[in-house]
Structure formats: structure tokens, C-alpha cells
């Protein structure tokens, strides 16, 4: 069959599936509800199959670009990503999260490794050698912390602002963190081992510095409630990095490509579950943690549920029945 | 040849064809959303300032949406456009050629930090020099792309004269070479398009220019013109 003849005899159904197709783009509920959406794959499929003669019989571009450009836009429409839904989110936090956890147990041990260890030894050193701290940070630091865990204070943790101002920061500032620590795993685990590392130096040693001094009630006071969740989601974004460095490192018995994809997926979903936690632990942080009024039994018994749900949340969470997920 | 096409194989088993974008692009792009970020932080300053402290707290709230939620919300909802992207016609999509969901995106806007360092996005434009089409680190992990969606410059249209029919059967491909070839002498010089029409001699019986009209006048015969 000659181009004009072909064109002729298809090119009504080709504009009005491109009506179809633009009028969707601008109007998706509306458009989608009509009842010429039924028939739209099947027009889809006979485009597809339009085109493909067109090129079989080698036909002029202006005919196989025009084909090409609607069966895209179609393309898209057909199979664009399921609609998000508020089901699936809550299945993955209770249990499609834990159980990734899990599955990645021996990054996430490497990683809570890499965090605790430095973190305790600082902790140990400092009450061996006080002065250890003044140079691991500078007076103007040790200035703030202690400023900030004074047991003077009215508000425990800050030195000003206010619980809106501080969840804001909290949010912004630890979550960039664990992201960063989940990205620059990318390079052969390099980035996350250093952002574990120093997190537990940096930590450990503030801990140490403030117990040393006697500033240890105001400090365990503050952090005991939003630990298990901040920790945990420090030590969880640092496991995503190991494993995608390692990923890179040791593909396995895949190509690296499509292993670092398959890794790359993982730790996705690790670092949005990081990122849910932080934000628990942020609204904690700032809401819970500073009131400086509560006893001790209060402070340090809730701080201890926090970390036996935490943990068990990450141990047992999806496991027996097959329901959900 | 050397081209950044990508064909991927459909379902319905024709072949897309992706038109990877490079480098420049995609920086101009990142610029226009940086610009639009600030200015938008800026603009919700204002209110916020009044606030008090506490605003300075749902400033960096809006910060961190701007930060890491906006390249990802905007490329799922708005079929793979970030506002800069849809302003340079770019669009992200999955290997396959379909939309880009949300997982892939996250995992290409997370891993951003990578690309970026050190300093402007050095990695990144490495990595896009290097690779076949084009993908930054993040890109790679992510199994996403980044494409051209705007159409091809039009003036593709084989000039109208009178059919004249071939001499005899020519195979497919040899049809489609001189379809083409009508389609692209307008881009091309005179010159080059005798040097063209010229190898043809055997079959058009003449030169030059003459051979150039009798070759688009055998085209419109092959396009069923009369």
C-alpha cells in the first residue's frame, strides 16, 4: 500500500486518538471517567501496529514520527506507575520495613558496629582523661554543650527557641544527614563508614565530655527518649550505604548494573523508613525530650519502652502470617 | 552509528525510540529549579518572619521539602517534568520508557549527594560524558533516564511535484534511502545534493540537477502521490 493511501485511511483515527490523548493531559479525572477511555488500549495496540507497518514498509519520517509521537504519549498513559496508596505506606512502616531490616542484618550490624564502638570508647576515654576533650573539639563546642545541658536550665537540650523552631531543625538536619549517609555509600561504602564513624566520635565524645564534668542528669535526661529512634535510624541509613558500597564491591552473581539497581531499590526504601523514624524521634526531640520538669523514673522509663519497641518492632515486625504485603 | 537514540522494545513489540539528553540541558534545568527554590523560600519567608521563632522552625521544615521532596514529588505527579526540566522540555523515565514511580526517584534524587561532588556536580558530568546515554550515578542505580520529550524540528515534508514512476522494483531499504533522501535535500547544499543525486546515474539516466527533480519525482511516485 502507497504512504497517501495508508495516511488517508488511518489519519482520522490517529488525530482523534492525539485529542484523546492531550485532552487527558490537561484534564485526567474528567477525561479518564469518559467512556472512550475503554476502547483506548485497544486503539493503542492498532496504532502500535500502524506504526510498525509504516516502518516495515518504509515510509516517509513525517508518517513514522507522527505515529511514533502519539504511540509515546500512549505509552506513558498505559503504563504509568499505580496510584500511591496510604494502605501500602502503612504496611511497609509495620512490616515490609523490619523485614528489609532483617534482610540486610549483616550490613546493619557492620554499621551499628562502626557507630557504637567509636561512640563507647569515647565515652570511656573521656572519664579516663577529661582532657581528651579539648581536642576533639573546640572551646567554643564544649562552650555550647555545656551551655546547652546546664543543669541550671529551665529547658534541657537548647540553649534558645522554641519546640516548633527546634523540630524544624532537628528534621532538617538529622534527616540530611542520614541521606547523605546512605548516598555517599556509593563510594565503595567509603562515605558511610566516615559518616558512622565520626557521628560516634562526635557523639560519644559530647556524652563522655558532659558526664565527665557532672553535666551527665541534664544529658541522659534529654537524649534517653529519642535515642532508640534516632540511633537506630543513624545506624539503618549508614547499613543502606554499606550494602550499596558493597553492592558495587562484591555484585555476587549479577552483572553490576542490575545488581547496583536491585541495591539501589533497598536502600531506598531503608532510608525512607530512616526517614519516618526521624521524624518520630525529631517530634520527640523537641516536644517530649526538653521538658526538664518530669522525674527520672518518667524520663528514663519511657526512654527504656522507646528502645524495647524499637527493637522489637525491627525483630518481630512482619514475621508470622502472610496478610498485607 | 553514533547516535543517542535509545530503542526499547515495547510490550506491543515495536520499538521506542528515547532521545537521551546530555549534560547541558539537564544543568540549565537544575539552575531553573534552583532558582525557583530560592526565590519560593524567599516569598515564604516573608510570612513566616512574623511568626516569630516558631516560623523559623516551618522555614526549615519548607527548606527540607524544597531540599529533598520537591525534585521527587515533582517528577512522579508531573509524568517525569520537574518544573525546570518541563521548561527545557526534558522528562525522567524508567529503562523501560515508562513514567518514572516513586522508588527510582527517590533513589536518583537521594543519590544526587554523589553526583554533585566535589563542588558542581563534577561526578555527575563525568559520568554523563561517559556514559551511552547519557545517565549521571544516580541514574544508573535508579535504572532511570533522561530524555528529550519535545518533538523533532519539523520541515521534513518530501516537496510536491508530478510522479513519475520507478523503472523498475527497488527493495525496501532502497526505497526508504531515497525517501529520505528527499526529505533531508532540503537541509542539505545544491552541490551536495547533485554529488548525491549523481552515484544514481544508472538508474535516473541524467545529472545534476535534473537528476535531483527526476529522484523526488520517483519519491512522490513511491509515496502514492499522483
Redesign the interface.
Known amino acids: 500500500?502507497?504512504?497517501?493511501?495508508?495516511v488517508a485511511m488511518h489519519s482520522r483515527e490517529w488525530d482523534r486518538l492525539q485529542a484523546w490523548l492531550n485532552a487527558l493531559?490537561r484534564r485526567r479525572g474528567q477525561t479518564l471517567r469518559q467512556d472512550s477511555a475503554l476502547d483506548f488500549p485497544r486503539e493503542?495496540?492498532r496504532l502500535?501496529?500502524q506504526?510498525?507497518l509504516a516502518?516495515?514498509?518504509?515510509?516517509?519520517?513525517?508518517v513514522t514520527?507522527r505515529l511514533?509521537?502519539i504511540?509515546?504519549q500512549g505509552?506513558?498513559v498505559l503504563?504509568?506507575?499505580p496510584a500511591?496508596r496510604w494502605h501500602r505506606v502503612a504496611v511497609f512502616l509495620l512490616a515490609g520495613f523490619p523485614q528489609l531490616v532483617r534482610s540486610q542484618w549483616r550490613c546493619m550490624l557492620a554499621a551499628a558496629a562502626l557507630f557504637f564502638l567509636p561512640a563507647l570508647l569515647m565515652l570511656v576515654l573521656m572519664q579516663w582523661k577529661p582532657d581528651l576533650a579539648q581536642t576533639v573539639f573546640s572551646s567554643e563546642q564544649l562552650a555550647g554543650f555545656e551551655k546547652m545541658y546546664d543543669p541550671a536550665n529551665e529547658h534541657i537540650g537548647r540553649s534558645?527557641?522554641?519546640?516548633?523552631?527546634?523540630?524544624?531543625?532537628y528534621?532538617?538536619n538529622n534527616?540530611?544527614i542520614a541521606?547523605?549517609s546512605?548516598?555517599?555509600g556509593?563510594?565503595f561504602g567509603v562515605?558511610a563508614v566516615y559518616v558512622l564513624g565520626a557521628n560516634g566520635v562526635l557523639i560519644g565524645g559530647v556524652a563522655g565530655h558532659l558526664t565527665a564534668i557532672g553535666y551527665g542528669g541534664p544529658f541522659w535526661r534529654f537524649v534517653v527518649g529519642h535515642s532508640a529512634f534516632e540511633l537506630g535510624a543513624l545506624v539503618i541509613a549508614g547499613g543502606a550505604g554499606l550494602q550499596?558500597g558493597l553492592t558495587l564491591l562484591a555484585p555476587g552473581r549479577q552483572r553490576r548494573?542490575p545488581a547496583?539497581?536491585a541495591?539501589?531499590?533497598i536502600?531506598?526504601?531503608l532510608?525512607?523508613g530512616a526517614f519516618a523514624m526521624l521524624l518520630v524521634a525529631a517530634f520527640i526531640e523537641a516536644y517530649w525530650s526538653s521538658i526538664a520538669a518530669l522525674p527520672d523514673v518518667v524520663k528514663f522509663g519511657s526512654g527504656g519502652l522507646m528502645w524495647v519497641l524499637v527493637l522489637g518492632w525491627l525483630w518481630r515486625g512482619g514475621r508470622g502470617g502472610t496478610h498485607g504485603a | 552509528m553514533i547516535d543517542t537514540i535509545r530503542e526499547i522494545e515495547t510490550p506491543e513489540g515495536i520499538a521506542l525510540r528515547l532521545r537521551a539528553a546530555g549534560a547541558l540541558p539537564r544543568a540549565q534545568a537544575w539552575m531553573i529549579d534552583l532558582i525557583l527554590r530560592v526565590v519560593l523560600l524567599c516569598v515564604a519567608m516573608v510570612p513566616l518572619s512574623l511568626l516569630g521563632v516558631a516560623g523559623n522552625g516551618l522555614a526549615m521544615l519548607f527548606m527540607f521539602a524544597l531540599m529533598w521532596a520537591y525534585p521527587v514529588v515533582c517528577e512522579v505527579c508531573m509524568a517525569g517534568q520537574t518544573l525546570g526540566k518541563r521548561a527545557l522540555g526534558l522528562r525522567v523515565v524508567n529503562a523501560d520508557g515508562s513514567p518514572v514511580a516513586w522508588l527510582p526517584s527517590v533513589v536518583r534524587n537521594l543519590l544526587r549527594v554523589v553526583d554533585i561532588l566535589p563542588g558542581v556536580y563534577a561526578v555527575g558530568l563525568v559520568c554523563t560524558l561517559v556514559d551511552p546515554h547519557a545517565r549521571r550515578l544516580g541514574d544508573i542505580v535508579a535504572g532511570t533516564m533522561v530524555i528529550h520529550a519535545g518533538e523533532l524540528p519539523a520541515g521534513q515534508q518530501v516537496p510536491e511535484v508530478p510522479a513519475l514512476p520507478l523503472p523498475l522494483v527497488l527493495p525496501v531499504d532502497e526505497q526508504a534511502a531515497l525517501v529520505e533522501f528527499a526529505e533531508r535535500a532540503g537541509q542539505l547544499s545544491v552541490h551536495r545534493q547533485e554529488e548525491l543525486a549523481n552515484l544514481l546515474e544508472p538508474l535516473t539516466g541524467c545529472r545534476d540537477g535534473a537528476a535531483v527533480r527526476r529522484l523526488v519525482a520517483h519519491v512522490n511516485w513511491l509515496l502514492g502521490r499522483s
Do not use: I, N
Open positions: 500500500m502507497k504512504q497517501e493511501r495508508f493531559e493503542y495496540r502500535c501496529q506504526l510498525a516502518r516495515g514498509r518504509g515510509y516517509s519520517h513525517e514520527e511514533q509521537r504511540v509515546q505509552h506513558r503504563y504509568r506507575p500511591p534558645s527557641g522554641t519546640d516548633m523552631q527546634m523540630f524544624g531543625y528534621v532538617l534527616v540530611s541521606f547523605r546512605f548516598a555517599s556509593l563510594f562515605g550499596l548494573g547496583l539497581v541495591a539501589g531499590w536502600g531506598a526504601q532510608a525512607l
